[in-house]
């Protein structure tokens, strides 16, 4: 099955700096890659996601990156904020009739100020 | 639109005892989840129903652990007996048929004792 790894598990920025969290995956056939941010008690909520045909993606500070030969994509998040303090999650999956996401072990990202 | 609905927030039970979780998807969402999500852990698939039928239980253990989704609509997760290693947040989640988009309901915090 698949298997996600995710680093760094924890990441310490100041305000306005960028930050970076990465993820490799095993299954070359995964084609659908989410990124979850889940604030403490609470759920985790869909960010940007990116899939297979596509190298890059932004949505205004956030930007995801998918490099298929390595197997890796990796998440952008620009002049962060105190609000983007979270833990981040990636995850991978084979889009059809049984799309199961695997996640990773997650990134706890702490912006200071 | 409202989202997915869980209940009860948060459960604490003694080990040996039973438990069942419930779930209310998105109205129209096909697809319904089930994760365990372990302390400093991503979220690890226990089921997956479509309609009301199971599409993957590979990773339920199926000793203690059982979920339905009679009408195709709500669901239940139940454990029993409970042991310490339960505890854990049992989150839900829907997205509609053949689409990659999980939304996630605020999850159950179980502690067993």
């Known amino acids: 099955g698949e298997n996600v790894e995710q680093h760094p598990s924890t990441l310490s920025v100041q305000e306005g700096d960028s930050a970076v969290i990465k993820c490799t995956y095993s299954d070359s056939a995964s084609n659908y890659f989410p990124w979850y941010k889940q604030e403490l008690g609470k759920r985790p909520q869909l960010i940007i996601d990116i899939r297979s045909n596509v190298g890059e993606k932004k949505d205004q500070r956030i930007a995801v990156t998918l490099n298929k030969t390595a197997k890796h994509f990796s998440l952008h998040i620009t002049e962060t904020q105190p609000e983007d303090s979270a833990v981040y999650f990636c995850a991978a999956s084979l889009t059809g009739t049984a799309s199961k996401l695997t996640f990773g072990t997650g990134t706890r990202l702490q912006v200071t100020l | 639109e409202a989202g997915v609905a869980q209940s009860p927030r948060y459960k604490i039970i003694e080990k040996r005892q039973s438990v069942a979780f419930w779930c209310n998807p998105i109205s129209g969402h096909a697809t319904l989840y089930w994760y365990q999500q372990i302390l400093g852990q991503g979220p690890k698939l226990l089921i997956q129903?479509?309609?009301?039928?199971?599409?993957?239980d590979s990773q339920l253990p199926k000793d203690r652990f059982s979920a339905e989704r009679l009408k195709g609509v709500d669901s239940t997760l139940k454990i029993q007996p409970a042991k310490l290693e339960d505890s854990a947040v049992y989150l839900c989640?829907?997205?509609?048929?053949?689409?990659?988009?999980?939304?996630f309901g605020p999850g159950t915090r179980l502690t067993v004792l």
């Open positions: 989640a829907s997205s509609p048929a053949y689409a990659d988009t999980q939304y």
């Open positions: 129903f479509q309609n009301n039928g199971v599409v993957d």
